[in-house]
């Protein structure tokens, strides 16, 4: 089945430790996302990727790296600058960039992740 | 700045009934797009309904349609016939459109759906 596959599901991590997020996508779509959702709050864009080998920061990418050296892979590197990285981490993807018709976004299970 | 306002933290329904969950946008945009998603207690983002700027009619996906009203800048959800699975939060975003061809999506803080049997 065509989808979006984020590992892990939980992830705990202790202070001062970079930790790696997992996306991987075969729906082969150009574009991919990822967002931070804290508790009782929407979602805000990190990073996203609209083609391989490049990327653009998000509205909160401080902490924050990603890569993109596959199409179906955008992994997510929380890094120990991020003063508060404990929250719910989801990764998206979409056909291609533009404006033109739905073009929605189609999102992973995600990742808890929780800082000790 | 683009905005998308959802005013009622969390609304509760009877089962079989309709709902309305409210949306608000702000946009300097001429051409934007509108989205509703589900977000169930596991986390995932389901998408539901999309509404083009310049769609003429209002979009319909099944029990869920879109009360579009673009000189209120208002993009509000309708539930028809609830049902116990439609409790959930509901998240409105807009597609903001960025230089390069990029765009992303901008999200309301949500509402909590609850249907009661």
């Known amino acids: 089945d065509g989808g979006i596959t984020q590992s892990p599901k939980y992830l705990f991590r202790k202070e001062g430790q970079n930790v790696t997020l997992s996306c991987e996508q075969n729906?082969?779509?150009?574009?991919m996302y990822w967002y931070r959702q804290d508790p009782g709050q929407g979602l805000r864009l990190i990073y996203y990727s609209q083609i391989v080998n490049d990327f653009q920061k998000g509205d909160i990418a401080e902490g924050y790296s990603v890569s993109r050296e596959k199409k179906e892979s955008f992994p997510l590197t929380v890094t120990s600058a991020q003063k508060n990285p404990t929250a719910f981490y989801l990764c998206?993807?979409?056909?291609?960039?533009?404006?033109?018709?739905?073009?929605?976004?189609?999102f992973g299970p995600g990742t808890r992740l929780t800082v000790l | 700045a683009q905005k998308i306002t959802q005013t009622q933290p969390g609304m509760f329904v009877q089962e079989k009934e309709a709902v309305t969950l409210d949306c608000t946008y702000d946009t300097s945009d001429p051409s934007y797009g509108l989205f509703w998603y589900k977000q169930p207690s596991s986390g995932e983002m389901i998408f539901l309904i999309y509404q083009g700027s310049y769609d003429q009619q209002n979009a319909t996906e099944g029990r869920y349609s879109l009360n579009f009203q673009k000189a209120r800048k208002s993009a509000n959800l309708v539930i028809s016939a609830s049902q116990l699975g439609d409790s959930a939060m509901y998240f409105c975003?807009?597609?903001?459109?960025?230089?390069?061809?990029?765009?992303?999506?901008?999200f309301g803080a949500g509402t909590r759906l609850a249907v009661h049997p």
């Open positions: 729906l082969n779509h150009d574009a």
């Open positions: 975003a807009m597609r903001e459109l960025l230089s390069g061809g990029y765009n992303k999506l901008i």
């Open positions: 998206a993807s979409s056909i291609g960039s533009g404006g033109e018709g739905s073009n929605e976004q189609f």
